[in-house]
């Protein structure tokens, strides 16, 4: 099975930076997806981006422009950048892989954005 650790979360001003990894212990080259989730409190969790195949990637309309997710294939990690941050960004952040046809998911990570 495939274990995914994540950081990088913290506590930002609105406008601030931060980036979030997810390192996997699977090579990176067996798994086919991964994205990253959010939930804040009271809401369903959200996706918030993925990449697909390493190349292809896709964002939620509210973090366009502002995150980017990449992966590291030598350190079997994903990353998401996430610039200009805004206070409705607030959330547990969650790295999902796929591999051979499963879903694993990471243990989250608190993101919070003060104005």
């Known amino acids: 099975q495939v274990q995914l650790v994540e950081s990088g979360g913290g506590l930002v001003q609105a406008g601030g930076s931060l980036r979030l990894s997810c390192a996997a212990s699977?090579?990176?080259?067996?798994?086919?997806?991964m994205g990253w989730y959010r939930q804040a409190p009271g809401k369903q969790r959200e996706l918030v981006a993925t990449i697909i195949d390493g190349v292809i990637t896709n964002y939620a309309d509210s973090v366009k422009g502002r995150f980017t997710i990449s992966k590291d294939n030598v350190k079997n990690t994903v990353y998401l950048q996430m610039n200009s941050l805004k206070p409705e960004d607030t959330a547990v952040y969650y790295c999902?892989?796929?591999?051979?046809?499963?879903?694993?998911w990471g243990q989250g990570t608190q993101v919070t954005v003060s104005s």
């Open positions: 999902k892989a796929t591999a051979r046809f499963r879903d694993y």
């Open positions: 699977a090579s990176i080259f067996s798994i086919s997806a």
